[in-house]
């Protein structure tokens, strides 16, 4: 039976962004990101991160340290709020490094999001993806998915550019705690405003 699906972005949406996070003793979580997704997980959500990591191709950070950053994401939740994130997708590529034209998977594109519901058995239509970049905007619209943007990151700084494209979120929160409150209220029937 297929799944609702929380999409997720990893740097500015559950843990703070210092810029090609390579240290898991570095990971911070933003607050309310835990008890966020423990909300979404209990109301019957899997949760899947999404994350641009062009570092990679960058040569500033290895595939072995952003699976080590996304352990200790793991044990912070499982730590703090009893859940953890149910498979992280990656994308390692830039264009500008070495994969130009070579990579379907770099948000806006929807390669990730094809990658998880090849694994998983997703319903699109009562999905969300969470972030705070014009790239998951612009991903949750291209893959059909709800979005909100958050103002954690870079959402804040983001909303003039998606006004100027016409590529609007679904939805725009604080943070993932209230985008779960609000995604909660959308399931429940109630009225999102």
């Given at each position: 039976?297929?799944?609702?699906?929380?999409?997720?972005?990893?740097?500015?949406?559950?843990?703070?962004?210092?810029?090609?996070?390579?240290?898991?003793?570095?990971?911070?979580?933003?607050?309310?990101?835990?008890?966020?997704?423990?909300?979404?997980?209990?109301?019957?959500?899997?949760?899947?991160?999404?994350?641009?990591?062009?570092?990679?191709?960058?040569?500033?950070?290895?595939?072995?340290?952003?699976?080590?950053?996304?352990?200790?994401?793991?044990?912070?939740?499982?730590?703090?709020?009893?859940?953890?994130?149910?498979?992280?997708?990656?994308?390692?590529?830039?264009?500008?490094?070495?994969?130009?034209?070579?990579?379907?998977?770099?948000?806006?594109?929807?390669?990730?999001?094809?990658?998880?519901?090849?694994?998983?058995?997703?319903?699109?239509?009562?999905?969300?993806?969470?972030?705070?970049?014009?790239?998951?905007?612009?991903?949750?619209?291209?893959?059909?998915?709800?979005?909100?943007?958050?103002?954690?990151?870079?959402?804040?700084?983001?909303?003039?550019?998606?006004q100027d494209k016409n590529k609007l979120?679904?939805?725009?929160?604080?943070?993932?705690?209230?985008?779960?409150?609000?995604?909660?209220?959308?399931?429940?029937?109630?009225?999102?405003?």
């Open positions: 039976m297929p799944q609702p699906t929380i999409f997720l972005d990893r740097d500015g949406t559950i843990n703070f962004d210092p810029g090609y996070l390579n240290n898991p003793d570095a990971v911070r979580l933003i607050e309310g990101a835990g008890a966020a997704l423990k909300l979404l997980k209990d109301a019957g959500y899997l949760l899947l991160v999404i994350s641009n990591q062009s570092g990679i191709a960058r040569g500033l950070i290895t595939d072995e340290q952003v699976g080590r950053v996304n352990s200790r994401i793991n044990e912070l939740l499982e730590q703090f709020s009893s859940v953890t994130i149910d498979h992280f997708f990656y994308c390692p590529h830039h264009e500008l490094f070495g994969n130009e034209g070579e990579c379907d998977c770099r948000k806006p594109g929807t390669g990730m999001i094809e990658q998880a519901r090849t694994r998983y058995e997703i319903d699109i239509k009562n999905s969300f993806l969470i972030g705070d970049s014009v790239a998951d905007v612009l991903a949750g619209h291209n893959a059909g998915i709800n979005t909100i943007l958050v103002g954690t990151g870079n959402g804040s700084e983001h909303i003039s550019v998606l979120p679904n939805f725009t929160c604080l943070n993932l705690y209230e985008s779960a409150k609000l995604i909660l209220k959308i399931k429940s029937g109630a009225s999102a405003c």
